[in-house]
T-cell receptor
Framework: DAKTTQPNSMESNEEEPVHLPCNHS???????IHWYRQLPSQGPEYVIH???SNVNNRMASLAIAEDRKSSTLILHRATLRDAAVYYC???????????FGQGTRLTINP | DTAVSQTPKYLVTQMGNDKSIKCEQN?????MYWYKQDSKKFLKIMFS???????INETVPNRFSPKSPDKAHLNLHINSLELGDSAVYFC???????????????FGSGTRLTVV
């Protein structure tokens, strides 16, 4: 399973943008980049995914480097509800499972 | 409407007992999973079923036996429970994209199992 590297923890302030980095230098051409988050006492929740181009949805934006060796999840205006562990996951085309790493614990300060 | 629902939410039981956790999804997904999250919060896949067929068994002890009566249900039965089985168990489901990618993993809210 291709590996990703994320900071163990990050802190940000409410109503400010948050940029969560992820390195995946061994990514292959058929690996999709997925982001999930896990709020306290809940199951993981899909945030966004992409292959090569940047992606936007109502929750977040995903910026993918041109060489695809890194990506950044952008929360445009953090709220206290965004405090969670964020997982960056490489999911190969045809993969039958999602493999979680350690993730980044995001703390949002009021 | 809950997309992936699992019951019970909490389960406290004695060592040696047998217990089951049930999971149902109403998303029309073709694949279902069981994940285990231990006390260090590490999420690890246990089983995957695609259209009622076992696809993945990640070297889980034989005491754990999944059963999928149909595409929408995946239950987990655990025999002879041990202290080390204490964890949160998550059921999930996903479907196939047209590009061959698997996405839209949707997780239940978890079952906290405590073995005493």
């Amino acid at each position: 399973d291709a590996k990703t590297t994320q900071p163990n923890s990050m802190e940000s302030n409410e109503e400010e943008p948050v940029h969560l980095p992820c390195n995946h230098s061994t990514i292959s051409g058929t690996d999709y980049i997925h982001w999930y988050r896990q709020l306290p006492s809940q199951g993981p929740e899909y945030v966004i995914h992409g292959l090569t181009s940047n992606v936007n949805n109502r929750m977040a934006s995903l910026a993918i480097a041109e060489d695809r060796k890194s990506s950044t999840l952008i929360l445009h205006r953090a709220t206290l509800r965004d405090a969670a562990v964020y997982y960056c996951i490489l999911n190969p085309r045809g993969a039958q499972k999602l493999v979680f790493g350690q993730g980044t614990r995001l703390t949002i300060n009021p | 409407d809950t997309a992936v629902s699992q019951t019970p939410k909490y389960l406290v039981t004695q060592m040696g007992n047998d217990k089951s956790i049930k999971c149902e999804q109403n998303l029309g997904h073709d694949t279902m999973y069981w994940y285990k999250q231990d006390s260090k919060k590490f999420l690890k896949i246990m089983f995957s079923y695609n259209n009622k067929e076992l696809i993945i068994n990640e070297t889980v002890p034989n005491r754990f036996s999944p059963k999928s009566p149909d595409k929408a249900h995946l239950n987990l039965h655990i025999n002879s429970l041990e202290l080390g089985d204490s964890a949160v168990y998550f059921c999930a489901s996903s479907h196939h994209g047209t590009g061959g990618e698997r996405y839209g993993y949707t997780f239940g809210s978890g079952t906290r199992l405590t073995v005493v």
